[in-house]
Structures are given as C-alpha cells and as structure tokens.
C-alpha cells in the first residue's frame, strides 16, 4: 500500500458489511479479543488493519430450522456478540446508528452493528423481527443458501420462485424500522422483486460480479445496474470461490432463473 492509500484507509471511516465469526466465541470459546491467529478476525487484527466499524452477522445454521430451534439459536448469538463487547468494552461497542459510529470511532474503538444471515430466523413472525431490531440488528440476509417459504436462494436447486406475498411485508417492514435488506444470497427473482418492493437502499453484503466470475451467487451486470439505480452498495466477498473462475467451478448451480418483468425503482433517499 502507498503512502496516499495508506493515509486515505487510516484518514477514513472502514466498514465491513459481513463477518459471521461470532460462533467461534460462542461454539469454540475463541477469545476474539486477543491475537487469534486463527480465522478472519479478531479484535487486534481489526485495529491492525484499519477496520473502524464490521457488520457481525449471526449466521444461524439450517440444521436449527429442523430441530425448530432458528430464533433461539440467533437470540443466543446475539447474546454471544453483546458479551464479547462487554468483555472488550475498551476496545468494541455496538452501534445502532451511524451517529452511534461515528462516536465509537472517535474515541478509538471499533464499531459492532447486529445482523442476522438467514431468514430463517424470524420464523415467520414480523414479531420477531421486531424483536431482533430492538435488539439492534441492522440488516438482515432474506436467506442464505436454504429455501423458506416466502423467499428462494441462489443455490436451491427447483423452481425458482421469488418473494411471496409474507416476503414482501418482510421488506415493508424492515424498512418501516429502519433495517437494511441484505440481498446477498438471495434468487435473481427474489433480487428483483424486493429491490422493486424496497422504498429504502438495499445492499448486498458479500457478493462480487458474475460477469469476472461465474458463481452463482455473485452478481449480474443488470443486478448491479439495479442495485445502483435504488442507491444501494455492494460488499465484496474476498473468498476465492467467488473471485477467481477455476476456484469456483462446480460450484454455480444448474437452476434457470427467471427475470421478473422490469418494474420501475422507486426513488429513495440512503438509510442509515
């Protein structure tokens, strides 16, 4: 990195918009505040690095959707991150704001924000996903590679069947409470018809261009153009899988998706 680079990384206020590391805290009993040497992150890494503010996504696993067990398992990892800030409260905070950021940031510590990977997780109840936004949880991913029934994946194999009707009151009233719609993951239809549902920016917080790697679950040029006309952002995702061809074959599922009608975006100001 050059000197201008490096003082224009340091001078600025660096966001990451996914890590699901939480569940070698809470499964593995990881100590991410000390110099792991282990996975992706850890809080002396992060200060290293110039990392000021990380979306800390709670992934829950789809084996908790058999055991009936989804809402419970995320209500665990958010406890899980909330410790791990109290137990590094001079060096982590959660943020539920960008105000609440760029406080955070200012005193020296790195910024926390709740997320959730799955929507699985709410159980079908928008109760629920209030619940979770009080919490403090900022964004949700409507799905990760497992179906639901009211929103398809990119790697489920079958039709390819959208958003349903629940689907879209999920995107109304996410964006009622002020949570950002993670597309990431998520079908082509779903993409297209809650980004055309959304009145607020949505984001896609790990994912990279299909048209320089042919992954499923990365990005068309129409997804993107899309993402960009609504004001969204995309994170990239920094796992060969989906940055380099040969890492990613046999990895792209067969499934045909279908691209809804165009709908015109609504235009909408950025949340926070």
């Known amino acids: 990195m050059d000197d201008r680079a490096r003082k224009l990384h340091f001078d600025s206020i660096v966001v990451d918009g996914h890590a699901d590391s939480i569940s070698r805290f809470l499964d593995d009993g990881e ?3 000390a110099d792991t040497g282990r996975g992706h992150l850890d809080l002396p890494r992060m200060k290293r690095g110039g990392l000021d503010c990380q979306f800390l996504s709670c992934w829950v696993e789809p084996k908790y959707v058999e055991r009936g067990e989804s809402a419970r398992r995320c209500f665990r990892m958010i406890d899980a991150v909330k410790r791990w800030a109290a137990a590094c409260s001079d060096r982590l905070e959660l943020a539920r ?22 929507g699985h997780a709410i159980e079908e109840d928008l109760a629920l996903l209030r619940t979770y936004h009080e919490l403090g ?20 194999k079958g039709v390819d069947v959208g958003l349903s009707a629940f689907g879209r009151e999920v995107v109304r009233e996410m964006n009622r409470l002020g949570m950002l719609v993670d597309l990431s993951h998520v079908s082509e239809n779903t993409f297209y018809v809650a980004i055309a549902v959304a009145d607020t920016p949505v984001i896609a917080s790990h994912s990279c261009a299909r048209a320089l790697c042919d992954h499923v679950r990365n990005l068309k040029d129409d997804q993107l153009r899309a993402l960009a006309r609504n004001g969204g952002v995309v994170g990239v995702n920094f796992y060969s899988g989906f940055l380099s061809a040969p890492s990613s074959r046999g990895s792209a599922s067969s499934t045909r998706a279908t691209t809804p009608t165009a709908r015109p975006y609504a235009s909408a100001t950025r949340a926070t």
């Not at 105000?99 to 020296?108: C, E, K, L, M």
């Not at 510590?109 to 799955?118: M, N, P, Q, S």
């Not at 964004?139 to 790697?155: D, E, Q």
């Open 97 to 118: 704001s960008s105000a609440d950021v760029r406080r955070i940031v200012a005193a020296g510590k790195v910024a926390g924000i709740l997320a959730i990977e799955g």
């Open 137 to 156: 949880v900022r964004y949700l991913t409507l799905t990760w590679n497992n179906p639901l029934s009211w929103a398809w994946p990119a790697r489920a």
């Open 31 to 33: 100590d991410l505040g």
